[in-house]
């Protein structure tokens, strides 16, 4: 792999909202990085340092807008893709996704497979059936608890909350709470309400009923140690995708390329495939 310019910020204006990306190189088809819940594209500065592409912070989500009238389903993050890809006039990509990013992602897909050269799945929120939202997500759901759930959410209560998404019980490295922390505002908390709350188990499994119209090769990438999403729903995706391979990550979380940094090349390496 050649050199790579410096990962950049940038804020461009779509639907009348600030859209924040990190960005790096200049591929003519670019990996398109999409993160989880709760936080940004702050998790992919690995990848982008290794080879480039472009992290997108979703609408509600980082540094992107978070008005109260925005869309925050998943038709409306998959319809939100499509309108950043034409804005950027970017025509194909190379996805890399992550838990609803994921979701978004992959229902983007299968609406415009055409435009998705290779994809990567990373602990994925599934859709498929038999998914059922793990605590805090299914309090979160619950109304006033919900509330009240997302408003204790302070840094040391996320700190304490990653040692369980981490594979190694301990909290996840100090600047991705942080970054998560910073994240989690008043626009934030009410983003990831309103999502939760509009994505029950049966939309997300009819939702997916298409996946297999999504015939760009694909790795699935799980960590066995997920405590929200089963490893059974890693192989769910890579039997339902149209070309998918399942690598299953026995030491690694839910966030398994933070929990082991050598993912990220693993990522880059099926990417530039």
Not at 28 to 35: F, Q
Not at 131 to 136: E, I, L, S, T
Not at 168 to 180: D, E, I, L, N
Not at 254 to 260: E, F, M
């Amino acid at each position: 792999m050649g050199a790579v310019p410096t990962v950049t910020q940038e804020t461009l204006q779509l639907d009348g909202q600030p859209v924040y990306l990190r960005r790096s190189g200049d591929d003519e088809v670019p990996i398109l990085y999409l993160h989880g819940i709760p936080t940004s594209s702050f998790d992919w500065l690995a990848p982008l340092a290794l080879s480039g592409g472009i992290a997108v912070d979703l609408p509600g989500f980082g540094r992107s807008g978070k008005r109260g009238d925005l869309d925050y389903s998943l038709q409306g993050h998959a319809a939100f893709i499509g309108r950043l890809l034409d804005a950027l006039e970017i025509e194909r990509v190379r996805l890399c996704m992550h838990d609803w990013g994921a979701a978004a992602g992959l229902l983007w897909a299968m609406s415009a497979p055409e435009r998705a050269q290779r994809l990567v799945v990373v602990n994925g929120i599934p859709l498929l059936p038999g998914f059922g939202w793990q605590r805090p997500a299914s309090l979160a759901r619950l109304p006033v608890v919900g509330e009240m759930l997302v408003g204790l959410a302070t840094r040391s209560v996320l700190s304490f909350a990653s040692r369980r998404a981490s594979a190694g019980r301990g909290p996840m490295p100090k600047p991705f709470v942080a970054s998560a922390a910073e994240g989690f505002d008043q626009g934030t908390q009410r983003a990831v309400l309103k999502l939760l709350r509009s994505a029950t188990p049966e939309t997300l499994a009819a939702a997916g009923k298409g996946l297999s119209s999504v015939t760009a090769p694909a790795l699935v990438l799980w960590g066995a140690q997920d405590p929200y999403i089963p490893a059974r729903f890693g192989a769910g995706y890579a039997a339902t995708l149209g070309d998918a391979t399942l690598e299953t990550v026995p030491d690694a979380g839910h966030w398994p390329w933070i929990d082991r940094p050598q993912l990220s090349e693993r990522i880059v390496a099926y990417l530039s495939g």
